[in-house]
């Protein structure tokens, strides 16, 4: 069965303490593999999309990295506005041209200045 | 326009009432998505539409019936809802559903079943 695990499930850190979330999954047919942010009460802001073992992506603070059985999503010097939800979603092929997007249960940051 | 923009933001209804959501993306984005999102849980996936029609239902009640009337619009009519079906629910779009390019999603509808 097709399954995808964030952790840790929050993390609260100081500004400036760099630190990594973790999304491991088992998926048959994986097209690929995204990373969202969430605020409260809003839509996921699309983050970075990795489709192959050994593929890293940068934005600013963050840094996505790509295994064959997990992902790691690097904060580094955080700052208070990086406090969110962060989700990891995979997109399994399913037949066709129908592909389906499973959500991990996602991690809450927490950044105190 | 890189916005998928979802109306009303919030809503709040009787178990007896009838009501729609509305989802609307001009990116020229072939499929178009309900999820559903409880508090502290994922989205979870609703129903898929893929060039207007229909690909996947998740087994969601027939009280959630989804119109698509064009490409760039998507409805989510609600009728005898139960106060479980209280959350949040996102639309998203994406290029089509065998892309691997980034779903967009909306702000989301904030709805109250009372």
């Known amino acids: 069965e097709d399954q995808v695990t964030q952790s840790p499930e929050a993390l609260r850190l100081q500004e400036g303490e760099s630190s990594s979330l973790n999304c491991s999954y088992t998926?048959?047919?994986?097209?690929?593999l995204f990373w969202y942010r969430q605020d409260p009460g809003k839509g996921p802001e699309f983050l970075f999309t990795?489709?192959?073992a050994g593929e890293e992506k940068e934005k600013e603070r963050l840094k996505a990295t790509l295994t064959k059985k997990e992902s790691f999503l690097h904060i580094t010097a955080p700052k208070p506005e990086d406090s969110a939800t962060y989700l990891c979603a995979v997109q399994a092929f399913r037949g066709g041209a129908t592909n389906k997007l499973i959500f991990g249960t996602g991690t809450l940051l927490a950044v105190q200045p | 326009d890189t916005e998928v923009t979802q109306t009303p933001k919030h809503l709040v209804m009787g178990m007896t009432n009838k009501k729609s959501l509305k989802c609307e993306q001009h990116m020229g984005h072939r499929a178009m998505y309900w999820y559903k999102q409880k508090a502290k849980k994922p989205p979870e996936l609703m129903f898929v539409y893929s060039y207007e029609k229909l690909s996947i239902n998740e087994s969601v009640p027939s009280r959630f019936s989804p119109e698509c009337p064009n490409s760039s619009l998507l409805n989510l009519h609600l009728h005898a809802l139960q106060p479980e079906d209280s959350a949040l629910y996102l639309c998203?779009?994406?290029?089509?559903?065998?892309?691997?390019?980034?779903?967009?999603f909306g702000s989301g509808t904030r709805l109250t079943v009372v």
């Open positions: 990795l489709y192959s």
């Open positions: 998926v048959s047919g994986l097209r690929g």
């Open positions: 998203a779009s994406s290029h089509r559903t065998g892309s691997n390019y980034g779903y967009t």
